[in-house]
C-alpha cells in the first residue's frame, strides 16, 4: 500500500508547474531548516559545492532577511549551478514537485529517497505489466481513503473491487457493467485476453479469479458480500440491479440510490427513443423501396 501512495504522489507531483528561482529558493530553505526532506544524493552534491567553495553559506542568518527569507546570493549560484550539472537540477526539481504535492495532498513525507525508491518501483511494476498486456488505466482516488485501507486492515480485495469500480466510472456518474468486468479490474486487467495471460503466470492471482469464478453461486456470492461491504464504507453510494432495464449492474460511488435511480430511468427513456428512431428508419425504407 506504501508503494501505491508514494507512485500516486510522485505521479502527481511530476504535473505540478514550477519557476526555477522559487526551486532553488525552497532547495536552500530546507537545507537550513529541514534536510530531511531532501535526497541524500542531493544533499552530498550541495556539500560538494560548499565544500569547494562554489556554494556560499550564510552561516548567520541562514538566508533570512530579518523575519523574511531571501538568500540571493544563493539563489544565483544554484541557477549557475543548474545550467552545468543537469542531475543537480533535476533531482532539485523533483524535490521541489513532490514538496508542493504533499502539501497539497496533506501527506507527511517520511522519506524523500524512501518514497522515490518506492515510486519507481512502482513505476517498473507498471511499465513491465503494460509491455505485456498493453496500457493500463490509472484510477484517481482521495489520499485518505488509501491510509484508511492500510492503517484500518480492511479486506484488501474490498480495496481491489473499489479500485475496478473506479477505473470503471472514471469521470463519470455512474457505470452499468458485470460482476465478471469488475473481477477482470480487480486484477488489473482491461480485456480477457490480458486477464487470461496474467492469471496464468501468476499465481496469486490466479487463487483470486478461481476463489470468484469456480462457479455461477461463488461470483454472486462473493460479489455481493463485497458490494454489502463496499456500501457499508461509504466507497460505494448506491447499487442497483434491474433486469427490465439491463442485465448488468448499475453502480455510483457518488450517487445516491434514488439519484441512481433516476439516472437508470433516463437510461432506460434513451434506449427506447432509440429503438423508436430505428423502427422510424425502418418504415422509411419501407415506404420509399414500395415507391
Given at each position: 500500500?506504501?508503494?501505491?501512495?508514494?507512485?500516486?504522489?510522485?505521479?502527481?507531483?511530476?504535473?505540478?508547474k514550477?519557476?526555477?528561482?522559487?526551486?532553488?529558493?525552497?532547495?536552500?530553505?530546507?537545507?537550513?531548516?529541514?534536510?530531511?526532506?531532501?535526497?541524500d544524493?542531493?544533499?552530498?552534491?550541495?556539500?560538494?559545492?560548499?565544500?569547494?567553495?562554489?556554494?556560499?553559506?550564510?552561516?548567520?542568518?541562514?538566508?533570512?532577511?530579518?523575519?523574511?527569507?531571501?538568500?540571493e546570493?544563493?539563489?544565483n549560484?544554484?541557477?549557475?549551478?543548474?545550467?552545468?550539472?543537469?542531475?543537480?537540477?533535476?533531482?532539485?526539481?523533483?524535490?521541489?514537485?513532490?514538496?508542493?504535492?504533499?502539501?497539497?495532498?496533506?501527506?507527511?513525507?517520511?522519506?524523500?529517497?524512501?518514497?522515490?525508491?518506492?515510486?519507481?518501483?512502482?513505476?517498473?511494476?507498471?511499465?513491465?505489466?503494460?509491455?505485456?498486456?498493453?496500457?493500463?488505466?490509472?484510477?484517481?482516488?482521495?489520499?485518505?481513503?488509501?491510509?484508511?485501507?492500510?492503517?484500518?486492515?480492511?479486506?484488501?480485495?474490498?480495496?481491489?473491487?473499489?479500485?475496478?469500480?473506479?477505473?470503471?466510472?472514471g469521470?463519470?456518474?455512474?457505470?452499468?457493467?458485470?460482476?465478471?468486468?469488475?473481477?477482470?479490474?480487480?486484477?488489473?486487467?482491461?480485456?480477457?485476453?490480458?486477464?487470461?495471460?496474467?492469471?496464468?503466470?501468476?499465481?496469486?492471482?490466479?487463487?483470486?479469479?478461481?476463489?470468484?469464478?469456480?462457479?455461477?453461486?461463488?461470483?454472486?456470492?462473493?460479489?455481493?458480500?463485497?458490494?454489502?461491504?463496499?456500501?457499508?464504507?461509504?466507497?460505494?453510494?448506491?447499487?442497483?440491479?434491474?433486469?427490465?432495464?439491463?442485465?448488468?449492474?448499475?453502480?455510483?460511488?457518488?450517487?445516491?440510490?434514488?439519484q441512481?435511480?433516476?439516472?437508470?430511468?433516463?437510461?432506460?427513456?434513451?434506449?427506447?427513443?432509440?429503438?423508436?428512431?430505428?423502427?422510424?428508419?425502418?418504415?422509411?425504407?419501407?415506404t420509399?423501396?414500395?415507391?
Amino acid at each position: 500500500m506504501s508503494m501505491i501512495i508514494s507512485y500516486g504522489l510522485v505521479y502527481y507531483a511530476t504535473k505540478f508547474k514550477y519557476e526555477i528561482r522559487e526551486v532553488a529558493r525552497q532547495l536552500m530553505y530546507c537545507y537550513y531548516r529541514k534536510q530531511g526532506i531532501i535526497q541524500d544524493r542531493l544533499l552530498e552534491r550541495i556539500e560538494e559545492y560548499i565544500q569547494s567553495g562554489q556554494l556560499t553559506i550564510d552561516e548567520d542568518y541562514n538566508g533570512f532577511d530579518g523575519l523574511e527569507f531571501n538568500p540571493e546570493n544563493e539563489i544565483n549560484e544554484l541557477l549557475k549551478f543548474f545550467e552545468s550539472d543537469s542531475q543537480f537540477k533535476d533531482d532539485t526539481i523533483l524535490r521541489y514537485q513532490i514538496a508542493q504535492s504533499a502539501g497539497f495532498l496533506c501527506i507527511n513525507i517520511g522519506s524523500m529517497d524512501g518514497t522515490i525508491k518506492r515510486y519507481k518501483e512502482g513505476l517498473e511494476i507498471k511499465n513491465k505489466f503494460e509491455q505485456v498486456y498493453g496500457p493500463d488505466c490509472m484510477p484517481m482516488i482521495k489520499p485518505t481513503q488509501v491510509f484508511d485501507f492500510r492503517d484500518s486492515g480492511k479486506d484488501l480485495e474490498l480495496f481491489r473491487a473499489y479500485i475496478g469500480i473506479k477505473s470503471l466510472i472514471g469521470q463519470k456518474k455512474f457505470v452499468i457493467t458485470t460482476r465478471n468486468v469488475i473481477l477482470m479490474r480487480m486484477l488489473g486487467c482491461k480485456s480477457n485476453e490480458s486477464l487470461q495471460a496474467f492469471i496464468s503466470k501468476n499465481k496469486d492471482a490466479r487463487d483470486l479469479y478461481d476463489k470468484y469464478n469456480r462457479s455461477e453461486k461463488a461470483l454472486r456470492y462473493h460479489f455481493d458480500k463485497l458490494f454489502d461491504k463496499l456500501l457499508a464504507s461509504g466507497f460505494l453510494q448506491s447499487k442497483i440491479f434491474e433486469r427490465s432495464v439491463s442485465r448488468k449492474i448499475f453502480l455510483s460511488t457518488t450517487l445516491t440510490h434514488d439519484q441512481l435511480a433516476k439516472e437508470i430511468i433516463l437510461y432506460s427513456q434513451k434506449g427506447n427513443f432509440k429503438k423508436k428512431e430505428i423502427e422510424a428508419r425502418e418504415m422509411i425504407k419501407a415506404t420509399l423501396t414500395a415507391m
